[in-house]
Structures are given as C-alpha cells and as structure tokens.
Nanobody, 123 residues
Framework: QVQLVESGGGLVQAGGSLRLSCAAS????????MGWFRQAPGKEREFVAA????????YYADSMRGRFTISRDNDKNTVYLQMNSLKPEDTAVYYC????????????????WGQGTQVTVSS
C-alpha cells in the first residue's frame, strides 16, 4: 500500500522547464516501480516515463526522450520528472503511479495513483 502526492506543476512559456515531484508514503517504497503519465482534455491517458526499483532502468515515450528525465530518491521516498524544452503539446494533467513488479508502460498495469498536477505550456 502506498499513497502518492504530485507537486511542481504550473504555467510556463514554450521552451521553458519544470520539475515535478511525487512524494510517496507507505511501506517499502523502494520495492515499487514508478511511472509518470499524463492526460489532456479529450485525450487518452499517455505514458511519459518509468523507472525500476534501483533507478538503473528507465523508459521514455518517444516524444519525451531527450527532453524529460525521470529519477528517484528512495531515501526521500520521492520520484522526480525534469521537463525541459516544453511545448504547448505537453499541456496536460501529470500523474504519478506505482506498481508491484517490473516496470511497465501501460497505465492499466499500475496499482496506485496520485491526484495529478496541472502543467500548462503557453505559446
């Protein structure tokens, strides 16, 4: 059982940067694979990035690769998403998620979810 709370969203101009944080509470945070997903109004939920227990294995959606970086600090029970070179197409609610087992990219395979944080990128 784990509870997740996202923070760090906001409004930025195209080309700017944001750093999202996901604070986890509960037992054995280091045992969970973690992921970031996003959803814009009228759009399907979309995979962004994911990270394995140790942090040594990471995955990125093609449109985010090279711009976004996922990391985790197990001592602080926190997962981060550094977002650079933001585009208006990145505007969405960003969700942090956790699952027991190996890292996956399908949102239906995650067990726990945060409430989301809004990211808005203006032109």
């Amino acid at each position: 059982q784990v509870q997740l709370v996202e923070s760090g969203g906001g409004l930025v101009q195209a080309g700017g940067s944001l750093r999202l944080s996901c604070a986890a509470s509960g037992r054995t945070f280091s045992a969970y694979a973690m992921g970031w997903f996003r959803q814009a109004p009228g759009k399907e939920r979309e995979f962004v990035a994911a990270i394995q227990w140790s942090g040594a294995i990471t995955y990125y959606a093609d449109s985010m690769r090279g711009r976004f970086t996922i990391s985790r600090d197990n001592d602080k029970n926190t997962v981060y998403l550094q977002m650079n070179s933001l585009k208006p197409e990145d505007t969405a609610v960003y969700y942090c998620a956790a699952r027991v087992g190996v890292v996956r990219t399908n949102w239906m395979e995650y067990d726990y979810w945060g409430q989301g944080t809004q990211v808005t990128v203006s032109s």
